[in-house]
C-alpha cells in the first residue's frame, strides 16, 4: 500500500513550487530589464529615450481607456515588412519602454504600428481630425470614430482658437465649433510623443534608413 505524504513534505513541495516561479517570472525579469538606464547618444549627448510629459502620461490612459491597443500594436519588429512600411527605423527593445506608463505592445495589427507615429505624423491638426473622423482621412478605414472626445458647440463671439480646422466633407451645423476636451488633447499628446527614432546600442537603425 502506498503511504500518504506528510503534510510538512507537500507543504515544502508547494512553497519550493512557489519560489521557483517568483523566481523565474518575477525576479529574473527584474534583473534583467529593472536595471535598465537611459542611453546617452555619442553626437547630441541627449539621454535618450526622452521621458513623458505630465499631459503625455494622462494620454496613455486614454489610449489603454479606449482600446486602441486592441487594433494597433506598439512594437517595431526587427523584419523587412516593418521597415518596409515605415512603422520603425530599427526594433522596438525593452529600454525604449523605460518611461512607459504602461506597456500597450499589443497583438493585433488591424491598424498600423505606432510605436513611431509621432515621428510619421507630427502635426496635432492631423490627428484630432482622424480621431475625430478617421474616414474624412482614410476613407476604407474601419478605425472607429473617437468624436465624443471632442464637445460640438454653438461659436460664441468669435471661432475658438482651439476649433479643429475640419474640411467640408464634415458636416457641422450653422455656427457650430469642434473643440477637444482635455482627454483628447492628452491622447493627442501622447501620439506624438511615440517616437523611437534614436539609435541604441542593442538596437541600431536599419541601414537603408540611415541614407
Ligand atoms: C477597430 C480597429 C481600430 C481601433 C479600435 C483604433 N484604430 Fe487607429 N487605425 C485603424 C486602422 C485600420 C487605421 C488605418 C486607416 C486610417 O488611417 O484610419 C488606423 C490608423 C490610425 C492612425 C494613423 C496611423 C498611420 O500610420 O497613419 C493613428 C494615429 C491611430 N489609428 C490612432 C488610434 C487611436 C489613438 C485609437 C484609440 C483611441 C485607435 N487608433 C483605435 C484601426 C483602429
Known sequence: MKSTPSPLSSFIKILFLIILSWTLLILTPMIQFGAQKPYEEQVS??????PLSGL??????IYEENGCASCHTQQTR????????????RATVTRDL??????????????????NIGERKKSADWHHQHLFSPQSLSPESIMPSYSFLYEKRK???QPSSEALKLPASI??????????????????AYLLSLNQ???????????????
Open 45 to 50: 549627448g541627449e539621454l535618450v529615450p526622452l
Open 171 to 188: 458636416p457641422l451645423e450653422q455656427d457650430e465649433e469642434v473643440i477637444p476636451t482635455s482627454e483628447a488633447k492628452a491622447l493627442v
Open 197 to 211: 527614432s534614436y539609435p541604441l546600442p542593442e538596437s541600431p537603425l536599419h541601414e537603408d534608413s540611415e541614407k
Open 56 to 61: 503625455a502620461v494622462r494620454g496613455s490612459q
Open 98 to 115: 523605460l518611461y512607459q506608463p504602461a506597456t500597450v505592445a499589443g497583438f493585433n495589427r488591424w491598424g498600423p504600428d505606432l510605436s
Open 78 to 89: 526587427n523584419h523587412p515588412l516593418d521597415s518596409a512600411s515605415s512603422y520603425g527605423k
Open 155 to 157: 461659436i460664441k463671439a
